[in-house]
């Protein structure tokens, strides 16, 4: 996804933004443009960087990924799409103007305005581009909640799969969650 900067008057900086669906892991990059070139240069950056296979990516219908929606759109496939068939890389769009559907990049963009933009200010291109990794550290080793996983479960009951209820049983508080667990999974 792309975020627009520029805090000098007439100037216009772009914050790409790649967040990984399920790890969270986020890269950031800065470019003086956005368009169909700079997307695919990015797509570049990012399989280089990121630790983990990329078998999606998933835009919203903006004319530097697609140009379909453009007023003289055609299906000629852009840079940014035939860069993702270079990698074998699934192209997903969001719905039209429905900016919830990439909820987890616009939220990080909201906490880049909150935590970062709001308190910095940039003199140049370049100081952009030099504080942006700084921020991408960060989000990257902010702690993330955990899930709270019980070593003792109380209760359980009513587990169903399918529609089908598989187990119901009732546990007193000194049951080790591992005992729980293989007998629901005896239960298969």
């Not at 956005?34 to 998933?58: D, G, M, W």
């Not at 909820?103 to 990080?108: A, H, Q, T």
């Not at 667990?181 to 005896?186: D, M, V």
């Amino acid at each position: 996804n792309v975020c627009m900067v520029g805090q000098e008057k007439g100037t216009k900086w772009y914050q790409y933004t790649f967040l990984d669906e399920y790890s969270r892991f986020r890269y950031l990059e800065a470019f003086e443009e956005h368009n169909t070139y700079t997307s695919a240069v990015f797509l570049r950056h990012v399989v280089e960087k990121s630790p983990y296979a990329i078998e999606c990516v998933q835009t919203d219908n903006g004319a530097e990924f697609i140009n379909r929606l453009l007023p003289k759109g055609n299906d000629t496939p852009t840079l940014f799409e035939n860069t993702l068939k270079e990698f074998g890389i699934r192209h997903k769009l969001i719905r039209p103007y429905t900016p919830r559907h990439n909820g987890k990049v616009e939220r990080s963009h909201r906490k880049d305005n909150e935590e970062f933009y709001a308190s910095h200010r940039f003199y140049s291109f370049e100081d952009f581009k030099k504080q942006l990794p700084i921020r991408e550290r960060v989000y990257n080793n902010f702690p993330m909640r955990p899930l709270i996983i019980p070593v003792y479960i109380d209760k359980i009951t009513n587990l169903y799969y399918n529609n089908c209820k598989i187990v119901e049983f009732i546990e007193n508080s000194s049951t080790e969650y591992e005992n729980v667990e293989q007998k629901i999974y005896s239960c298969f």
